[in-house]
């Protein structure tokens, strides 16, 4: 038997262990009791299998642990947890690891906006799952695209309201306001900014570039976006009159939440396409 051979049918027997591991997982968690979680002042109904809806939350677990059968969520979304429930499914279908982690679909603006998933987000806090809040960030950062030299015409500028949506509701120091900040500056710095529908000004002899409509509003009444835009620039450390670095985006792991644990958690190897001068 030749090493290729030899190597092959290794792969072939891990795989299968590793297969073999995630249908007992799958079976553990669509075992035992079914709760219903009702969501909304419509109250919409979930049947959810509640070793897998604990599994994920302390905030789930602390309530069925009691023996509830049925929980009320009234002022959730129901949009909002269908993408969670779909979230919530599909890991357990396509366990987390190497290629086959669960993806958001992008949003198309029709059946899922950006809001929608900011929406994820944020019940993400609310439950206490680190997972879900990743999986948003990951589609996000699919979404508002790459920040390589060349690239910025396939460049997303964040919408200023869904900045102060998050802001709203969120931690300070939650990954997704720096995420959406970094994108905003990387717009606002973009030499294709003015061929996106920015407005310009006809008050003086040459056209000035004016701020897009929902950046002046935002800006005008958000003093801690406008902060958080200006603290991060500092962070830079540019110098009047030297050339400005190139701006990349930070890699998308880097704006990963890490569920906590007694020690700290190993840090991922960034591909090729992830890495660069971070902002």
């Known amino acids: 038997m030749t090493d290729r051979s030899q190597a092959t049918q290794s792969s072939r027997a891990i795989g299968a262990q ?5 249908v007992q997982s799958v079976d553990s968690w669509l075992t035992d009791r079914i709760v219903t979680v009702i969501v909304g002042p419509e109250e919409k109904r979930w049947i959810v299998h509640e070793k897998l809806l604990v599994s994920q939350s302390d905030f789930f677990r602390d309530y069925f642990m009691d023996g509830h059968d049925e929980l009320k969520l009234p002022d959730d979304e129901p949009r909002l947890f269908a993408l969670f429930i779909r979230w919530l499914y599909g890991t357990a279908f396509v366990p987390s690891g190497g290629t086959r982690n669960f993806r958001f679909l992008p949003p198309d603006g029709v059946t899922v906006t950006v809001r929608d998933y900011l929406g994820v987000y944020v019940l993400g806090g609310k439950f206490g799952i680190v997972g879900v809040r990743n999986a948003v960030l990951d589609v996000l950062y699919a979404y508002y695209g790459d920040t390589a030299p060349g690239s910025e015409q396939h460049h997303r500028a964040p919408n200023m309201h869904d900045i102060t949506y998050v802001f709203a509701h969120t931690a300070r120091d939650a990954p997704m306001r720096r995420f959406l900040i970094a994108h905003a500056l990387f717009y606002l710095f973009s030499r294709a900014r003015s061929s996106r529908g920015a ?26 976006v406008g902060y958080e835009m200006i603290r991060m620039l500092a962070e830079w450390n540019w110098v009047m009159g030297a050339n400005a670095p190139r701006m990349t985006i930070k890699a998308r792991t880097e704006f990963h939440e890490r569920v906590p644990g007694p020690a700290d958690p190993v840090k991922q190897e960034l591909t090729e396409d992830e890495e660069g001068i971070p902002i």
């Open 199 to 224: 407005r310009t000004s006809s008050s003086s002899s040459s056209a000035l570039l004016l701020l897009p409509l929902d950046w002046e509003q935002v800006l005008s009444e958000s003093a801690e």
């Open 18 to 22: 590793v297969g073999s591991q995630d």
